[in-house]
């Protein structure tokens, strides 16, 4: 069965430290990886999303994410923090081949200290 | 233009009531999804309806229920409710349940229930 998992569960960086989340998954068919975004008080939001061709793809707010096929994984980063990063992310991949219905992983809770 | 709305926003509950949740998806998508997201949890895939018909459902038993009526709104049902329902329930839209563009999912911001 396909899954995800998130190997941070939670983390604390001051501003301008660099980030890396973790990410692996496990799915046989054709890859879609998505990192979803919960800011505090707002809802879920799409941050960047990997379906075919260059495996860094680029999303919002200076974050992004390699796909490394050799590892299954979907690491998320971004090279400075800020302190409006505090937010819980989520990577996800399909239950089956592009039917939207998702798998997320457990969730890696970021604190920025200012 | 709205996104995707959903009502209420915050409701609690007894054990054994029944609740009803509300969903509109974004103009123009057929496909929206339930799932629940229990604190300190990923959101849990439901339900997805397209077109009307469901197609899909995660592991949940028969107290959940969903329906998707003919302008593409959805509502979920929960009957019986247990303490273990209390949860921020999240409804997804997308233009579509098939292609690349079926995975890209636009959420709600959520009901949250408190079931005591």
């Known amino acids: 069965a396909q899954s995800v998992s998130q190997h941070n569960h939670h983390v604390i960086l001051s501003e301008a430290a660099s980030l890396e989340l973790g990410c692996n998954y496990s799915?046989?068919?054709?890859?879609?990886l998505f990192w979803y975004v919960q800011y505090p008080g707002q809802h879920l939001q799409l941050l960047l999303k990997?379906?075919?061709?260059?495996?860094l793809v680029k999303g919002i707010k200076g974050f992004e994410a390699e796909f490394i096929k050799s590892k299954f994984s979907f690491n998320l980063r971004k090279p400075s923090v800020q302190w409006s990063d505090t937010a819980e992310y989520f990577c996800?991949?399909?239950?089956?081949?592009?039917?939207?219905?998702?798998?997320f992983g457990q969730g890696t809770t970021l604190q920025v200290k200012p | 233009d709205a996104g995707v709305t959903q009502s209420p926003t915050h409701l609690i509950k007894t054990r054994g009531q029944h609740v009803t949740l509300r969903c509109s998806p974004i103009?123009?998508?057929?496909?929206v999804s339930w799932y629940q997201q229990v604190l300190g949890q990923g959101p849990q895939f439901i339900f997805q309806?397209?077109?009307?018909?469901?197609?899909g459902r995660g592991n949940f038993p028969d107290r959940f229920s969903a329906r998707q009526f003919p302008n593409y709104s959805s509502e979920l049902n929960v009957n019986a409710l247990l303490l273990g329902d209390s949860a921020l329930y999240l409804c997804?839209?997308?233009?579509?349940?098939?292609?690349?563009?079926?995975?890209?999912?636009?959420f709600g911001a959520g009901s949250r229930l408190t079931v005591l």
């Open positions: 990997y379906f075919s061709g260059d495996p």
């Open positions: 996800a991949v399909p239950l089956s081949s592009n039917t939207g219905k998702l798998i």
């Open positions: 997804a839209s997308s233009p579509g349940a098939t292609g690349s563009g079926a995975n890209v999912l636009t």
């Open positions: 103009s123009g998508h057929k496909s």
């Open positions: 309806y397209y077109e009307k018909e469901e197609r």
């Open positions: 799915y046989g068919g054709t890859v879609n």
